[in-house]
């Protein structure tokens, strides 16, 4: 299975409040984990990805930050929430370096 | 940096003409390209990809090609269907495990 969880799936937040968003995979073991950004008018945007626990690397510099805690977890989150970080938010894996199968995605608003 | 252009943004046609979906990317150096499909407030089904030895895929009445050395790829879409209606994505990797650089898609209205 390449099943990939998102939650919560939509999510309105007030501007500087915090934000935790979950991604969790089933399938084979040690995955390629990646989150993305697709904002209105734009494509999408690659903010994180990991190859391991505890290994992220960081894309674009902002006010987000990402964690792994286990080998499937993936946590996108911030402290201070900005109106620019209003967006659709999806998680992805990679597959033997190739398809990635992508998360049903979390619609968040910050208003 | 590596830029990913759609063309047209948006296209609209009749249930049963063939259409074909346009892609270009500035750096030939690239480890695969694929196409993806996304329905509003969904996230993406991956389509087809294309390796960058391979000149093209099929999948039923989906056939990508790939052009590398002109850094361009065409998703063509035979006998057009009102479910074919989405967002159709085209993003290249640069290397095995590398995210994926995406462009900004073309909406497509398949009209019964």
């Known amino acids: 299975s390449q099943t990939i969880h998102q939650w919560p799936a939509t999510l309105v937040q007030p501007v500087g409040s915090p934000l935790s968003l979950e991604c969790t995979v089933e399938g084979t073991s040690n995955p390629n984990l990646y989150w993305y950004r697709q904002a209105a008018g734009r494509g999408l945007q690659l903010l994180f990805y990991s190859v391991g626990i505890g290994q992220i690397s960081s894309e674009v510099p902002q006010n987000l930050s990402a964690s792994r805690p286990q080998d499937r977890q993936f946590i996108l989150s911030s402290k201070k929430l900005l109106l620019s970080d209003s967006g659709f938010y999806l998680c992805?894996?990679?597959?033997?370096?190739?398809?990635?199968?992508f998360g049903p995605g979390t619609r968040l608003t910050v208003l | 940096k590596q830029e990913v252009t759609q063309i047209p943004a948006a296209l609209s046609v009749p249930e049963g003409e063939n259409l074909v979906l346009n892609c270009s990317f500035t750096?030939?150096?690239?480890?695969?390209l694929q196409w993806f499909r996304q329905d509003p407030g969904k996230g993406l089904t991956s389509l087809l990809l294309?390796?960058?030895?391979?000149r093209e895929q099929t999948s039923g009445r989906l056939n990508a090609s790939l052009d590398k050395s002109s850094g361009r790829s065409t998703l063509y879409i035979a006998a057009s269907q009102p479910g074919d209606s989405a967002t159709y994505l085209c993003?290249?990797?640069?290397?095995?495990?590398?995210?994926?650089?995406f462009g900004k898609g073309t909406s497509l209205l398949v009209t019964p």
């Open positions: 294309i390796q960058s030895s391979q």
């Open positions: 992805a894996r990679g597959v033997g370096g190739d398809t990635q199968y």
């Open positions: 750096d030939s150096a690239i480890y695969n």
């Open positions: 993003a290249v990797s640069p290397n095995s495990g590398y995210a994926l650089n």
